[in-house]
């Protein structure tokens, strides 16, 4: 079992930035991928980055390719997601995720390849 909860999202203009940051438990964080998604209103979830267990290895959507940075600290149990140059369709509700278990009939930046979620954080960007 893992648990994870988000924190970090807010109101924020245009061109500003923020860090996300997701505190897992349970289960030995440095034994599994972390990723991050986001959801807005009357759209599906979508992929944004995600990072392997050991750090080695990062992945972007290619809208924030540039733009966000996805890392994590294992002595901390934390992943984190820095936004910069944020845009107006920026604004979601981001989720970070788990995928403890590798399945390879998913592709890694598709919501059943993970199978631990938070509640989400609410980043809003006006304009």
């Known amino acids: 079992q893992v648990q994870l909860v988000e924190s970090g999202g807010e109101l924020v203009q245009a061109g500003g930035s923020l860090r996300l940051a997701c505190a897992a438990s349970g289960r030995s964080f440095s034994t599994y991928a972390m990723g991050w998604f986001r959801q807005s209103p009357g759209k599906e979830r979508e992929f944004v980055a995600r990072?392997?267990?050991?750090?080695?290895?990062?992945y972007y959507a290619d809208s924030v390719k540039g733009r966000f940075t996805i890392s994590r600290d294992n002595a901390k149990n934390t992943v984190y997601l820095q936004m910069n140059s944020l845009k107006p369709e920026d604004t979601a509700v981001y989720y970070c995720?788990?995928?403890?278990?590798?399945?390879?009939?998913?592709?890694?930046?598709?919501?059943?390849?993970?199978?631990?979620w938070g509640q989400g954080t609410q980043v809003t960007v006006s304009s």
């Open positions: 990072i392997t267990r050991s750090r080695d290895i990062t």
């Open positions: 995720a788990a995928d403890t278990t590798s399945r390879s009939d998913y592709s890694y930046n598709s919501l059943g390849r993970y199978d631990y």
